[in-house]
């Protein structure tokens, strides 16, 4: 497995969880890192991203609430203010030598 996501689950709105994309640092070395997530009878969509340098981008629907951030083997996904429609499956991705790696996906689910 060349890339390994967790921490999905079930949260109530307002709350927060933290998703870990853990890799080899050979994998992250010099590649951005990516969060899409897809949500049921949705196109999956780009969330977020992280350049090798630290550089971060967010979709609109997230800013201010999600902060990407990388160490040397992981990248996570903090995810506060959560609403309903956050509620998805996550995956984590990196594109690398003309390679696209997905991780398996982690599913959160946002209710009361």
């Known amino acids: 497995v060349q890339l390994q996501a967790s921490g999905g689950g079930l949260v109530q709105p307002g709350g927060s969880l933290r998703l870990p994309c853990t890799a080899s640092?050979?994998?992250?070395?010099?590649?951005?890192v990516d969060w899409y997530r897809q949500a049921r009878g949705k196109e999956r969509e780009l969330v977020a991203s992280?350049?090798?340098?630290?550089y971060t981008n967010y979709v609109d629907s997230v800013k201010g609430r999600f902060t990407i951030s990388r160490d040397k083997n992981t990248v996570y996904l903090q995810m506060n203010s959560l609403k309903p429609e956050d509620t998805a499956v996550y995956y984590c991705?990196?594109?690398?030598?003309?390679?696209?790696?997905w991780g398996q996906g982690t599913l959160v689910t946002v209710s009361s």
């Open positions: 991705h990196v594109y690398r030598y003309l390679i696209h790696y």
């Open positions: 640092a050979s994998m992250f070395s010099s590649s951005a």
């Open positions: 992280i350049s090798s340098g630290g």
